[in-house]
């Protein structure tokens, strides 16, 4: 059975400073993996996905993750956050081949203070 | 085009209530997906179908909840009777070819007094 580990429920961090939320899988076959974020009564937004080829995958406003299969990750990371980043992000991952549905973590809040 | 919509956004009853939440996904997407959120046990899958058939119901909690998609535009959670311990965010989502994103909609926030 699949499961997805968010390590830290809340990171806070300056304005303009780095990030990394860290993520970590488990699965015994190839995975699909995803960054969601949700912002407060709202549903989830796709933030970046991995489904092939490159381990190193961007999202149009400034995140990147990279897909490390030796050490089952999926960190996620922003050079330099925005009040606006301030949000829950969730990591999930679905079998491929498989299953469809997705497995989450169980979130990080990225708290960016000024 | 327009994204997955829920209905309602907001659902306040009474313990042994019927409750129905809805949804229409994306035009052209063939899976559908109900997952639940809640503080205590975060995001969790309830059900999904692929092209209007039940595919893992395995995530619904009891016989008190139920789900149908009759057809490929309309979809359909029902809880009855309805209790406090079902409070909780519920999310549709829908994709296409399953392994492509899913794409969320905003979700029902359902209170049971």
């Known amino acids: 059975a699949q499961s997805v580990t968010q390590l830290d429920s809340q990171v806070p961090v300056f304005e303009e400073a780095p990030v990394e939320l860290r993520c970590n899988y488990s699965?015994?076959?190839?995975?699909?993996l995803f960054w969601y974020v949700q912002y407060p009564n709202q549903g989830l937004q796709l933030l970046l996905k991995?489904?092939?080829?490159?381990?190193l995958v961007e999202s149009i406003n400034g995140f990147e993750a990279e897909f490390n299969k030796s050490q089952t990750s999926f960190h996620l990371r922003k050079p330099s956050v925005h009040i606006s980043d301030t949000a829950e992000y969730f990591c999930?991952?679905?079998?491929?081949?498989?299953?469809?549905?997705?497995?989450f973590g169980s979130g990080t809040r990225l708290q960016v203070q000024p | 085009d327009a994204g997955v919509i829920q209905s309602p956004r907001h659902e306040v009853t009474e313990m042994g209530q019927e409750v129905t939440l809805r949804c229409k996904p994306i035009?052209?997407?063939?899976?559908l997906f109900w997952y639940r959120q809640t503080m205590m046990r975060g995001l969790e899958l309830l059900i999904y179908?692929?092209?209007?058939?039940?595919?893992?119901d395995s995530g619904m909690p009891e016989d008190r909840f139920s789900a149908k998609m009759p057809n490929a535009s309309f979809s359909t959670l029902k809880i009855q009777p309805s209790e406090p311990r079902d409070s909780a965010v519920y999310f549709c989502?829908?994709?296409?070819?399953?392994?492509?994103?899913?794409?969320f909609g905003d979700g029902t926030r359902l209170s049971i007094l």
């Open positions: 989502a829908s994709s296409h070819q399953g392994y492509q994103p899913q794409h």
């Open positions: 699965s015994s076959v190839s995975v699909y």
């Open positions: 991995y489904l092939s080829g490159s381990t």
């Open positions: 999930a991952v679905s079998d491929h081949p498989g299953r469809r549905a997705l497995t």
């Open positions: 035009s052209g997407h063939d899976y």
């Open positions: 179908f692929n092209n209007n058939v039940p595919i893992d």
